[in-house]
């Protein structure tokens, strides 16, 4: 029914910039711990410093170059029957979900009508009790994506009719 190809830049809800001002001070307490090295003795804190610094620079940094090649290799097709997410070089379904599987859609989007479209609930930025990242069974911050999502959709007014021609509910959030 439409295939559309991901435009090669990044739409930052509200969830992204909370994301993103939180991975900036994990990367700046990580430098904390890795200057200060040198001054401790015990070798196990040496090793959790660079831990925590390789992993604040990935999520600060390389998650998003990660995100931008997956991004480029990506296109995604809407059927009668359902939603795919396939690379566009060899046309390899990558994930699916059947059209009866879709219990909401959300629209994020700005003015321009550039964003996001979720399938299903979209991840809470700060989780559940029961899910894994929670430490102590508290709440975390949490960084995984949207499991089906499309990702850096131009013109997604052009995108709504389509599901709404297939008896879907779509919730529309404006940024």
């Not at 994301?19 to 994990?26: D, H, K, L, N």
């Not at 990558?94 to 321009?112: L, S, V």
């Not at 009719?161 to 919730?171: A, D, I, N, T, Y």
Request: hydrophobic share 45%; glycine share 4%; proline share 2%.
């Amino acid at each position: 029914m439409k295939e559309i190809l991901p435009r090669k830049s990044f739409f930052f809800n509200m969830t992204e910039k909370i994301r993103i001002v939180f991975s900036c001070f994990y990367l700046a307490v990580s430098v904390l711990f890795l200057t200060n090295i040198r001054n401790s003795e015990f070798v196990l804190f040496s090793l959790i410093a660079i831990f925590l610094f390789c992993s604040a620079l990935y999520i600060t940094f390389f998650r998003w170059i990660v995100r931008y090649f997956r991004l480029r290799n990506y296109y995604y097709v809407i059927t009668s029957q359902r939603i795919i997410i396939a690379t566009k070089e060899s046309g390899k379904i990558i994930k699916y979900k059947k059209i009866e599987e879709i219990n909401q859609i959300n629209d994020e989007m700005n003015t321009k009508f550039f964003g996001n479209i979720i399938f299903g609930e979209p991840e809470n930025i700060f989780g559940k009790n029961n899910e894994p990242f929670s430490f102590f069974g508290k709440r975390g911050m949490n960084f995984s994506e949207d499991k089906y999502a499309f990702t850096s959709v131009d013109n997604i007014n052009e995108i709504i009719p389509v599901f709404e021609k297939l008896g879907l509910k779509v919730s529309k959030t404006f940024y």
